[in-house]
């Protein structure tokens, strides 16, 4: 039986270091993982209504995910949520899910996400308990 890498070796440190998982800032390989650690970024960037780390810039964000510091999570936000942040923004990424296991997450909290558009541009994510 063959066995197939899910490590790449690409280029590393492209993209928005705000977002990236800490071993693409270190040009390290890499598989689909960092993909779901950005995808914790982004899902954090649409809870908060503000990118990770906003008072700093990227590179200084990058070296903040690197040394293993993730962005404060606010009190209120479903704890259902705040599971999914946290398995997906995992230090290494051999511990994080995949994006399966990410959606059986979110369906097991039970929680609907509803975009609420306020004035102009300013977006923010209301999470609610679903009533299904």
Known sequence: MTRVSTQYDLMGATGSFRFMAPEVALS??????CDVYSFAMILYYLLDSRSPWANKDGETAARLAISGARPDVRRDWDPGVVKVLAACWADESRMRPSFRAVIEMIEAADVDVEVIVQAGLDQSVKTTKSTN
């Open 28 to 33: 390290q390989p890499y598989g689909r993982k």
